[in-house]
């Protein structure tokens, strides 16, 4: 079956938090994801396969040089197929067009090879301040 991915795609905000739900294991929600999105995003990625949600990606910016992927999810039997890699290197392809600068992301450490060596990410000194 053919992935498709899809900038700023017309999503069901129902079928996002279960995806969310299911990729960061929380109960689904009932997050307005498109006012969410709509109001503080540069864009986000939908991957999509038969016409389900199988993946997304958020890309928030400053509104200059900057962005930020954040909720990066792939269905969990739909992983380890490169459509992780291929939302972020779609995000990263937009970000450009947007005259972005920068892309950043912040992971939890079992995600390092992912971000590092499938994703092409450099390591950088971050500080984080856990509210």
Known sequence: MTVTY???????N????????EGFDHP???????TRLERHSLGWVCAWEDGSLIGFL???WDGGVHAFILD???AAD????????????TAAHEARTAKCEWLH???EEHLRSFYFDACGFKETTAGLIAL
């Open 6 to 12: 899809e900038w700023r795609g017309d999503f069901d």
């Open 14 to 21: 129902a079928a996002l938090n279960i995806l969310h739900a």
């Open 28 to 34: 689904p929600a009932q997050t307005d994801w498109r």
């Open 58 to 60: 958020n890309v928030v």
């Open 72 to 74: 990066t999810v792939v």
């Open 78 to 89: 739909r992983r380890a197929r490169g459509i992780g890699a291929a939302l972020v290197a």
């Open 105 to 107: 992301v912040d992971f």
